[in-house]
T-cell receptor, first 115, second 112 residues
Framework: AQKVTQAQTEISVVEKEDVTLDCVYETRDTTYYLFWYKQPPSGELVFLIRRNSFDEQNEISGRYSWNFQKSTSSFNFTITASQVVDSAVYFCALRPNFGNEKLTFGTGTRLTIIP | ETGVTQSPTHLIKTRGQQVTLRCSSQSGHNTVSWYQQALGQGPQFIFQYYREEENGRGNFPPRFSGLQFPNYSSELNVNALELDDSALYLC???????????FGQGTRLTVV
């Protein structure tokens, strides 16, 4: 069975602060994909990143960075110099490398950036 | 390139009724997945269609059914609606296995 845990239900930070969203996963698959999605109030899930389990290199995209550690089954997401537009619910998700494309989501972290 | 579009955006139904939700996949995508997202929860996988065939199903009862058409658009049908079916229903399309899924804005269903 696959499971994704996002222990932080809600986080509030002041604008321009850095914030890290935690994600821990469980899977018996040897290969898999990890994802982060952003869900603004409009409801649409916006794709942020996909990471293959073979690739443990950290990735940076502008103010966003991701830290994948297979040894601890974690895939954390950091926003640097947060902005009000970053306020949203963020979901971490897991998907097997083979078979159908079922995504297993965590329960999400609601991030509020205070101006 | 048009994105994933879902209709309607909001819907109110009475318990026991039936509902059909629609999804137009992104251009060039042949795979559609449906998810149910209850308030305050993460999306839960309902089922997936690949080239008009069901390609996997989550832990949902048979009253949740679907279709995919030759143009790869899709429908989600729910019979005998229950109050717990109230949720945001999200459709996602992708080019195929191993590629990222792009989500529509969802249909918010309220069962009263």
């Amino acid at each position: 069975a696959q499971k994704v845990t996002q222990a932080q239900t809600e986080i509030s930070v002041v604008e321009k602060e850095d914030v890290t969203l935690d994600c821990v996963y469980e899977t018996r698959d040897t290969t898999y994909y990890l994802f982060w999605y952003k869900q603004p109030p409009s409801g649409e899930l916006v794709f942020l990143i996909r990471r293959n389990s073979f690739d443990e290199q950290n990735e940076i995209s502008g103010r966003y960075s991701w830290n994948f550690q297979k040894s601890t089954s974690s895939f954390n997401f950091t926003i640097t110099a947060s902005q009000v537009v970053d306020s949203a619910v963020y979901f971490c998700a897991l998907r097997p490398n083979f078979g159908n494309e079922k995504l297993t989501f965590g329960t999400g972290t609601r991030l509020t950036i205070i101006p | 390139e048009t994105g994933v579009t879902q209709s309607p955006t909001h819907l109110i139904k009475t318990r026991g009724q039936q509902v059909t939700l629609r999804c137009s996949s992104q251009s060039g995508h042949n795979t559609v997945s449906w998810y149910q997202q209850a308030l305050g929860q993460g999306p839960q996988f309902i089922f997936q269609y690949y080239r008009e065939e069901e390609n996997g199903r989550g832990n949902f009862p048979p009253r949740f059914s679907g279709l995919q058409f030759p143009n790869y658009s899709s429908e989600l049908n729910v019979n005998a609606l229950e109050l717990d079916d109230s949720a945001l229903y999200l459709c996602a399309s992708s080019r195929g296995p191993g590629t990222e899924a792009f989500f529509g804005q969802g249909t918010r269903l309220t069962v009263v």
